[in-house]
């Protein structure tokens, strides 16, 4: 079974072209153009490698790693970077990356810093033969918190037993609420995971969606769901 490689790469030129280098190589790639699509896509299909541009509007690469180790997520990374000085290859590393190549970089380095990479992780029996890998938990499928039951594969949400009708930007506020449900999360954290950039301190775009979703979580006679925490940003609990 060909191996899958998420690269997040926001020149469309490099992105292209290293994207088709990689399936003659024989790998199944999902190429992505920023660090928001690149955590999502790691969230809904797990890849066997990731290869993450350093530089990237919004969330960038070393921010993807960090959110992916934080998380638990041992997946190999291998990071693409202009930055030649050693406090940024450093920086990578102390991120949580594997590896780097730095730009401009020859496609063959590429592929041999991939084969190294996932030869590490891949399990070895007596002998250093290769053995079977243990087939990887199935994530859980269903999300919940304070009354809230979520299926991000499907996009769809309830409360209690009602069905929630969510556009897409509710659907990603609300699982972000939900998956960290109980933490208080401030506004530019919010702004990063969703938009992927902070709109800065006099935007309303925030307060706006959460308006959105509290109508359409209000229920009689029910807690309040989203709670401002004035001056620092949002946190989902069930009072």
């Not at 730009?103 to 399990?123: G, H, M, Q, W």
Request: net charge negative; aromatic share 6%.
């Amino acid at each position: 079974m060909s191996q899958t490689v998420l690269l997040a790469e926001d020149d469309r030129a490099i992105r292209n072209a290293l994207e088709r280098a990689l399936t003659l190589e024989g790998y199944q790639v999902m190429a992505v153009a920023d660090g928001v699509e690149a955590l999502a896509q790691a969230h809904r299909n797990r890849p066997d490698v990731l290869v993450l541009d350093v530089m990237m509007p919004g969330i960038d690469g070393l921010q993807v790693c960090r959110v992916l180790r934080a998380e638990g997520d041992r997946t190999p990374i291998l990071m693409l970077t202009a930055l030649v000085e050693t406090a940024d290859r450093i920086a990578g590393l102390d991120a949580g990356a594997d590896d780097y190549v730095v730009k401009p970089f020859d496609v063959e380095e590429v592929f041999a810093r991939l084969r190294a990479l996932l030869r590490r992780t891949s399990p070895v029996g007596v002998g250093g033969a290769a053995v079977a890998e243990a087939p990887r938990p199935v994530p859980e499928r269903f999300i919940e918190a304070a009354g809230i039951r979520m299926d991000p594969q499907a996009r769809r949400a309830w409360r209690g037993a009602r069905e929630l009708e969510l556009t897409r930007t509710e659907f990603e506020l609300l699982e972000l609420l939900v998956r960290n449900a109980g933490i208080v999360l401030d506004h530019s954290t919010i702004y990063d995971r969703i938009w992927g950039y902070d709109f800065g301190p006099g935007s309303k775009n925030l307060a706006v969606y959460v308006g959105y979703l509290r109508r359409k979580l209000d229920e009689p006679d029910a807690p309040q769901l989203i709670h401002t925490v004035r001056g620092v940003g949002y946190v989902l609990r069930e009072d």
